[in-house]
């Protein structure tokens, strides 16, 4: 399933200031029956976000007027827990292209990277610098440029250099998953493989 192509995304962002968050609390079990990417968002932290009787929590930052973006800025060691893809899926879903920590879970980090959510990691003194500069004014903005792999808060009060896997920076910059990768190769994979003795 194809997805819009990320070079530069500036927004302002979501701050969830929370530690660990794992996979089960971005989508709960009982919501993974379905294999389509479609619809997860709409149970992205369901059981943070409403209550039993699925009224919204108005103390849950998701509930919250005051923020907004396309950008999730979460706790230390974000997407741990179950390999799950319909974490990633969920994200994108509601709306996320970027999410910010000091550190991703392996499998969280390449699940999102392959659905075109760009997980940034930083440095633990740069996100607690984001999240204060968000709890001061909600409207500071964050800029994710991919091509230069720089993250930026406000207006260049700082910035800090992320790193990715070269291939699936291409296949961001370009909205390709996998697949979308292997067939825009298509005619060098069956060059290749015409010239190629067995």
């Known amino acids: ?47 943070w976000r409403f209550n039993q009787d699925d009224s919204p929590k108005t103390d849950f930052v998701l509930n919250n007027s005051a923020y907004k973006g396309k950008i999730l800025v979460g706790g230390h060691n974000f997407g741990s827990g179950s390999s799950r893809e319909h974490a990633a899926w969920a994200i994108y879903d509601y709306g996320f292209r970027s999410v910010v920590s000091s550190f991703f879970a392996d499998i969280f980090r390449n ?25 001061q004014d909600p409207n500071t903005t964050l ?32 909205g390709y ?9 298509k005619t060098d994979i069956q060059k290749f493989a015409s010239t190629t003795p067995l």
Request: aromatic share 10%; proline share 4%.
């Open 143 to 174: 800029t994710v440029d991919l091509f230069n792999q720089k993250i930026t808060l406000g207006a260049a009060e700082a910035s800090e250099f992320f790193e990715i896997n070269s291939y699936k920076k291409e296949n961001l910059l370009n």
């Open 1 to 47: 399933m194809p997805y819009d192509s990320f070079n530069i995304l500036t927004s302002t962002a979501i701050p969830l200031p929370i530690e660990n968050v794992d996979t089960d609390q971005i989508i709960p079990a009982r919501f993974l029956k379905a294999t389509e990417r479609k619809g997860f968002g709409d149970n992205l932290f369901r059981d």
């Open 111 to 135: 699940n999102c990277l392959n659905v075109g959510v760009l997980p940034v990691k930083v440095s633990v003194e740069f996100l607690s610098q984001i999240f204060e500069s968000i709890e």
């Open 177 to 185: 998953d996998d697949i979308d990768y292997l067939s825009n190769i």
